[in-house]
């Protein structure tokens, strides 16, 4: 068959794969998919739903030619191609999910039962989900000792960050968002130097740039108080919280300046703090020379932990996105 052929593949091929299958046969179920990372992911999600009458094989949307995101695995449902059944589509919810059908990929994502996305941002954002970093520091560093509060750090982080999130919404929904675009929140969503030991400074460098961003949006848009405050219940409504508006962000901004960062700094105090224990405990140089060898061959990489981090799987927005499945599988 050839690569074009392969490459464009739709609903209806795999519903005629599984017809010709033996009926003892398991049913197979493609998921598509943005990329590699989200591979890994996807899969944790749909692992729960496979049993001895159908599997998912997660996938990218082309074999051919590499293309990857967000656009190409809903190319073909987007120019009228449906996906079904045997096919589906699953990705990160970007904005689409919280300007609520304002573009035609957004209204496209949010109607169709055959495409799923994550609720928050992205993937990233399940990956930074802040009960869960204090389990990364310890597969980090083998040190279960709590020297920093995720929880309300990011409590407060998106506290701060969440009057301005709503005007990113608000602008993004109505057109306005070239005065004001994710990559400017997260400019200001940037926390700048974090201190371990202080990190109510950072909180308030966020603050700060918080308060003169609104208050040039005011000057902007001097009429927008109605629809402002709108959007604010709207999206309180849709599961955004001041407390949660982390999880909403832009996943690689949370990820790679926000998230890893901290976390670098947190997992060196506590590889320093297990190193001093070894140093101090040990009854001669061998067996401190051994055990300090056996300790940093047993460290793992801050990132690499991260991705692989599924403690997200109690928040209330990787419920939802399994209860989207599940409705999905008991209508088919």
């Given at each position: 068959?050839?690569?074009?052929?392969?490459?464009?593949?739709?609903?209806r091929y795999f519903e005629a794969a599984n017809s010709l299958t033996s009926k003892?046969?398991?049913?197979?179920?493609?998921?598509?998919v943005?990329?590699?990372?989200?591979?890994?992911?996807?899969?944790?999600?749909?692992?729960?739903?496979?049993?001895?009458?159908?599997?998912?094989e997660v996938m990218l949307p082309s074999k051919g030619n590499l293309t990857r995101g967000k656009k190409s695995v809903l190319m073909n449902f987007l120019e009228g191609e449906p996906l079904g059944r045997d096919m589906i589509a699953c990705v990160d919810a970007d904005?689409?999910?919280?300007?609520?059908?304002r573009t035609h990929q957004s209204q496209k994502v949010l109607d169709s039962p055959y495409v799923f996305h994550t609720y928050v941002y992205a993937i990233e954002n399940f990956q930074c989900y802040?009960?869960?970093?204090?389990?990364v520091c310890v597969s980090v560093t083998l040190n279960d000792h709590r020297i920093f509060d995720f929880r309300e750090y990011f409590r407060l982080f998106s506290e701060a960050l969440f009057p301005l999130f709503v005007w990113s919404i608000m602008l993004y929904?109505?057109?306005?968002y070239p005065r004001f675009s994710i990559s400017d929140l997260n400019r200001i969503a940037d926390p700048g130097g974090f201190n371990v030991n202080n990190p109510e400074p950072s909180i308030n460098n966020v603050k700060r740039k918080v308060h003169t961003r609104i208050n040039e949006l005011q000057r902007m848009f001097p009429d927008a108080k109605e629809e402002y405050l709108a959007t604010k219940e709207d999206i309180k409504s849709l599961g955004v919280t001041p407390q949660t508006t982390y999880l909403y962000i832009q996943?690689?901004?949370?990820?790679?300046?926000?998230?890893?960062?901290?976390l670098s700094k947190v997992c060196n105090l506590l590889r320093q703090e297990r190193q001093n224990e070894i140093y101090h405990a040990s009854a001669h140089r061998t067996q401190k020379r051994n055990e300090m060898s056996c300790y940093e061959n047993s460290l793992q990489d801050i990132k690499v932990m991260l991705k692989k981090n599924t403690g997200y799987m109690s928040s209330e927005q990787f419920r939802r996105v399994q209860e989207d499945i599940r409705n999905y599988l008991d209508r088919e």
């Open positions: 068959m050839p690569y074009r052929l392969k490459d464009n593949l739709n609903s003892k046969a398991r049913r197979r179920i493609v998921a598509y943005e990329s590699y990372d989200d591979i890994y992911f996807w899969r944790t999600v749909l692992s729960e739903f496979e049993n001895d009458k159908r599997y998912f904005y689409d999910y919280l300007i609520q059908g802040a009960p869960s970093l204090h389990n929904r109505n057109g306005n996943g690689h901004h949370l990820f790679d300046t926000v998230v890893s960062p901290m």
